[in-house]
């Protein structure tokens, strides 16, 4: 009776340690400048001159920075065959700062629902203070933040045209 309890608690153990380690690749949320390799669109640090061009979850996002307007500029694309619901774009920038102090983000984009093949320009004006690397990524489906119907994941949204 006592080996097959040591074979239990041997495969118990072995399962709890094959769970943290692949917990240990996941997304840092409190700083998305240092994402694991479970999410590596957003990983992707970005210096001012360089454009974001990825597809994630069927959302295609091109953007780029214009220095001249202080803005982040682009399009998101729904590059399936279904309906991508709620899809809205967010940038964190390298200074942590986004128009709330508090909340390292521009955005999210207000969500919009995409058809299939749909392109639609974005925009996001930047901060006043400097940064240097940035990082971009679309979200599709519904917001975890509680931001309430239209409002993203924070009560607000940048612009799309």
């Not at 307007?69 to 709620?86: H, M, S, W």
């Not at 004006?125 to 990524?137: G, I, R, S, T, Y």
Request: hydrophobic share 30%.
């Amino acid at each position: 009776m006592n080996s097959h309890l040591r074979i239990l608690t041997a495969i118990a153990f072995t399962l709890i340690l094959i769970a943290g380690i692949t917990g240990c690749s996941e997304t840092d949320t409190a700083n998305p400048m240092t994402t694991g390799a479970s999410d590596e669109e957003s990983a992707n640090q970005l210096t001012l001159d360089e454009t974001y061009d990825h597809t994630r979850n069927g959302a295609r996002l091109i953007m780029s920075y214009d220095k001249a307007t202080n803005t982040f500029k682009g399009t998101v694309e729904n590059t399936t065959n279904a309906v991508l619901q709620q899809v809205r774009v967010e940038i964190h920038l390298s200074n942590s700062q986004g128009p709330d102090p508090t909340d390292p983000e521009l955005g999210p984009t207000p969500p919009v629902d995409l058809a299939p093949g749909e392109k639609i320009p974005v925009e996001l004006m930047a901060v006043d203070e400097p940064f240097d690397m940035w990082v971009a990524h679309p979200e599709v489906g519904p917001s975890s933040g509680g931001g309430g119907e239209g409002g993203g994941e924070h009560g607000q949204g940048g612009a799309h045209n």
